[in-house]
């Protein structure tokens, strides 16, 4: 039986992927080097730090500790203008339905983001209220794919990995899902995202009833 959803952040509840590719294309190019939207498919639910590695080894160079620090912290600088004039007109569609639905038939709800910046995005979209728990980047030491923040989110809530659903725009959080033994529903397209459960291209598609029919055997 399903007992709790456990969402991504940037891309599934928020329309932040936008915000974070714009920076990361913004340091690339200041460093001398293309990076397109391919690429940052690799980005996406990765660890700051790791997603600099990512991009630099894409731009072929190699930089020490200092200036690796010094680079993401200007991206974050610039992502936070970014984020820090975002309201609830940039919640995904269907994700407050489902998140108030949810609630309201009572299946529990955890944030699993790798964002050191989740809370921000929560607070100004109007979100926060609708998490029994929120395990974001600031409360986990290791990144997507491995299974750390879903795993934290299941305990936070009460509840075996077994009875989580894991909702995720990114490849590696898919693994992350997979790896901590949940099932998921991957938002985006099944191209990047085939290893999922089920997808479907936005939370507009999802409600309770569904994800009982769909997971059914959980
Ligand atoms: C999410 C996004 C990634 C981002 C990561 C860290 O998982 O999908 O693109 O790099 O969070 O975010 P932060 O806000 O801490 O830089
Ligand atoms: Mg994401």
Same mark, same amino acid.
């Given at each position: 039986e399903v007992k709790a959803c456990l969402f991504d952040l940037d891309g599934v509840l928020v329309d932040t992927a936008k915000y974070h590719y714009i920076a990361w294309k913004e340091l690339a190019e200041r460093l001398g080097f293309e990076f397109t939207e391919k690429d940052n498919e690799r980005l996406k639910g990765v660890s700051r730090t790791a997603s600099l590695n990512i991009l630099l080894e894409i731009g072929g160079l190699t930089l020490d500790e200092d200036e690796k620090t010094k680079l993401a912290e200007s991206k974050n600088n610039r992502y936070v203008e970014y984020i *820090?004039?975002?309201? *609830? *007109?940039?919640?995904?569609?269907?994700a407050l339905d489902f998140l108030k639905e949810c609630r309201s038939q009572g299946i529990l709800v955890a944030l699993g983001s790798a964002s050191k910046n989740a809370m921000t995005i929560l607070d100004n979209t109007g979100l926060t209220p609708y998490f029994d728990a929120i395990i974001d980047g600031t409360k986990t030491s290791a990144a997507k794919p491995d299974p750390e923040v879903f795993l934290l989110g299941a305990e936070a809530l009460g509840v075996s990995p077994a009875e989580c659903v894991v909702f995720e725009d990114a490849e590696a959080g898919i693994e992350a899902a997979i790896r901590g033994g949940m099932a998921s529903v991957g938002i985006g397209s099944s191209e990047t995202l085939g290893a999922a459960n089920l997808v479907i291209p936005s939370l507009q598609e999802m409600n309770v009833a569904r994800l009982k029919e769909a997971f059914a055997a959980v």
């Open positions: *820090s004039k975002m309201d *609830s *007109s940039e919640i995904l569609p269907g």
